[in-house]
């Protein structure tokens, strides 16, 4: 029998708690951390190697956020610059990289960061809220991608891949967990080799929350905030020959349950904090609010090994079935809370969307200095919309609006890598996008149509590119230089009451990038910053409200950003692992011309100009908090059995503004929410049971605001205490 040393014991405990892919290579006196490997080339690299501000989310660190049952909103703060918000509740996040994003929430908005699950990127926001669950990892890359990834990515894109089947061994894993207001998370996959050449995979989720606000109104107790989750997604891979192979996704979602819930007066005039009385369990409205939404897609990747070149076809579907979203956007009744100047029900969605993409890469593989890749790509999106006002005494629809968008882009790319030396590699890329618009309002019941066409066709042709230099200092430390421009199509916003269709103009950017990226202290530590410099041409922004319910785009003439970014981990022991990334974002509006309605009831804090318009100039963009900063830590006690651990994790982000004006009652104030688990595992990690919370400090904060009628806001999400167990097979 072989005795091993406390030394020993301690790595084996180590490598037995680590999440699956983070293999140590280890020697006996100390742990080193895995290589990351990142796609953000659309090839697989080294992150030191990519000269891109990248950070990659995976395995304990992703699960850890996800026990609760949140959905991807739970992303935000979580990575140095993204932050992600919405007003529709699980449905329509939208997301923000350095400061820069959409505040729309129209069914037909874009934004300037894409989202890309699995090569298929997700163009409508209801599409971007598909469920995280079985994956690899998430990927955050930060500045224009628009050169490899297509469709508006000129903020950064946010990437997901799934787990992929094996022809290897029957494999799979569960996840359950049970937290506060029975909210319950149950997700699991099993990977089944079907023969030498063919396997399949089945990935599902399910997750639940009772109701537990009470409507003072209706008396009725536990009325709202619950929901009802389920995804599915089935895979085949099949590889005949090691030359070619053939991934096939068939993906599905169907939720329902409370749809934001708007609350009146929410918020303490002349100031950012919560009026008197306020309490999360508690809401008084009059209005219905609900929510629902079924999507469904398909993929299909295919590769062929040609030798000298690999060839990719990537042919995506996604589709939404039935959107709908209903609710008393005043956030109270006739008794209040507090004013309420005139009662505001809104519902609408979609009635369908179908979008198709296609992809055809080439990609060298010469073993010379010289490689590239090259392909062409093919975008087309339909989609139809509603949206209907009600009489909050009687529920009844009294308007309906109607509105269809065609929207279809082509284009051609290409990217070279040169390697000059062994220290110097030089990168270009350029993209040349075609994009083309057609929206109408196809049906109006009691709106009144204002002065303008009711059609509009937009188009746009731009090239993009790239061009990058990473320089190796020395074995542990690149350095990297990138400049990069960016391209969001004319953005076409639906009609409204007294409000005609608008149009925003294409916007441009320009980005200067520099970082270093480092292995420290023999691997056992690893760092990366990087700066930047941003210049947005014609920025698409969205007006919401003033006094009245409504939207419209806009441009405005220029916005800056810059920063700095930083992500690190390392191992402080064999035993205790820490982690911790920041960014310091500065946005400014530069459009001394630009101004907007200003809100009903609020303190405004800009000026004023002559016709009584808020003037905009010198703003931050709205939802850009200047610092974000997170952190975790983890330590491992190795028993007789199995592992004790300990984990914690902790974000923050700075005050932010929720529109386009500034005024105190719409400044949001900065938050810090942190997580604890405590766990044990054993047989090598096969099974684990852990005690979780989440917004452990019960941290309460106003996170947006509707600004037309009254001081009505919403909230972030509530303290949690759960368990949970996992297991593998």
């Keep these: 029998m072989i005795k091993l040393s406390k030394m020993h014991k301690r790595l084996l405990a180590l490598s037995a708690v680590m999440p699956i892919g983070s293999a140590l290579a280890q020697t006996a006196a100390e742990p080193q951390l895995e290589t990351v490997t990142v796609t953000a080339q659309r090839r697989a690299e080294n992150i030191k190697d990519v000269p891109v501000s990248v950070t990659l989310l995976k395995d304990e660190k992703l699960d850890v956020l996800l026990s609760g049952g949140q959905d991807i909103r739970l992303l935000a703060g979580k990575v140095p610059s993204l932050n992600v918000e919405s007003s529709n509740g699980r449905t329509f996040p939208r997301f923000y990289i350095r400061g820069y994003g959409n505040t729309d929430f129209s069914t037909f908005a874009s934004q300037p960061v894409s989202l890309v699950y699995d090569d298929v990127v997700q163009e409508n926001g209801i599409l971007k809220g598909y469920p995280i669950f079985d994956v690899v990892g998430v990927e955050v890359l930060r500045g224009p991608q628009g050169t490899l990834f297509g469709r508006n990515t000129p903020a950064g894109v946010v990437k997901f891949e ?228 009600f009489d909050s005494d009687t529920q009844l629809q009294t308007s309906h609006l109607a509105s269809h968008q065609n929207n279809t882009a082509e284009a051609v790319f290409g990217s070279l890598t040169y390697d000059v030396s ?180 609020c303190t405004v804090t800009d000026p004023l100009n002559a016709a009584g318009r808020v003037v905009i100039d010198g703003n931050p963009l709205p939802q850009a908090p200047k610092v974000i900063l997170n952190a975790t830590a983890r330590y491992n006690w190795a028993l007789a059995d199995g592992n004790l651990f300990v984990l914690t994790d902790w974000s923050y982000r700075s005050k932010i503004n929720f529109f386009l004006y500034e005024a105190k009652e719409f400044t949001g104030k900065s938050m810090v929410e942190g997580g604890l688990r405590v766990g044990y595992n054993w047989q090598g990690g096969k099974y684990e049971v852990a005690a979780f919370a989440r917004n452990i400090t019960n941290t309460e904060r106003i996170i947006g605001a509707i600004d037309f009628n009254n001081l009505t806001g919403f909230v972030n999400e509530p303290r949690q205490f759960g368990v949970q167990f996992k297991g593998s097979f």
């Design 162 to 389: 799934s787990e992929k089947p094996n022809t290897k061994k029957i494999e799979g894993y569960y996840n359950l967990s049970w937290a506060t207001h029975n909210t319950i998370n149950a997700e699991g996959a099993v990977n089944v080799p079907l023969s030498s050449e063919w396997a399949m995979r089945v990935s599902t989720l399910r997750q639940h929350r009772d109701n537990f606000v009470d409507n003072t109104f209706t008396k009725q107790n536990d009325a709202l905030e619950g929901y009802n989750e389920h995804a599915e997604r089935v895979q085949f891979l099949y590889t005949p020959s090691t030359t070619f192979s053939a991934l096939f996704n068939v993906h599905s979602r169907t939720t329902d349950g409370s749809a934001r819930l708007f609350r009146a007066n929410l918020i303490k005039k002349g100031t950012n904090d919560f009026a008197d009385g306020y309490d999360f369990t508690k809401i008084a409205t009059n209005g219905l609010n609900m929510q629902s939404l079924s999507t469904n897609g398909a993929n299909a990747r295919l590769t062929w090994d040609l030798g000298s070149v690999k060839l990719f076809s990537i042919t995506g579907y996604e589709a939404v079935d039935n959107y709908y979203s209903r609710g008393d956007i005043d956030g109270g009744s006739p008794a209040g809370p507090g004013f309420i100047p005139f009662q505001v029900q809104t519902g609408g969605g979609l009635t369908g969307l179908h979008q198709y993409t296609q992809e055809f890469r080439v990609e060298s593989k010469n073993p010379g200095p010289l490689n590239w890749q090259s392909g062409i790509y093919y975008f087309k999106e339909s989609a139809s919309g509603y949206s209907d006002n």
């Design 422 to 601: 062994d220290q110097l590699v030089l990168r270009g890329g350029v993209r040349y996008t075609h994009d083309k618009k057609d929206f109408a309002t196809t049906s109006r019941v009691n709106v009144k149509q204002a002065p303008g066409p009711d059609s509009v066709d937009e188009s746009k042709n731009k090239a993009n590119w790239d061009m990058s230099a990473t320089y190796k200092i020395n074995q542990d430390v690149n350095a990297y230089a990138r400049v990069a421009t960016g391209f969001r199509a004319p953005s076409i916003a639906a009609a409204s009451q007294s409000v005609p269709i608008t149009v925003a103009d294409a916007e441009t950017i320009v980005s200067y990038e520099a970082g270093i990226k480092a292995d420290l202290f023999n691997r056992r530590a690893r760092a990366s910053v990087s700066i930047y410099n941003y210049d947005v041409k014609n920025q698409q922004l969205t007006v919401v409200g003033g006094t009245s319910n409504v939207t419209k785009l806009i441009n405005a003439a220029k916005t800056v950003g810059r920063g700095l970014e930083a992500d690190f981990e390392a191992f402080v022991t064999p035993d205790f692992k820490v982690t911790a990334g920041g960014s310091y974002n500065f946005t400014k509006i530069e459009d001394p011309s630009l101004s907007v309605a200003k809100c009903g009831s």
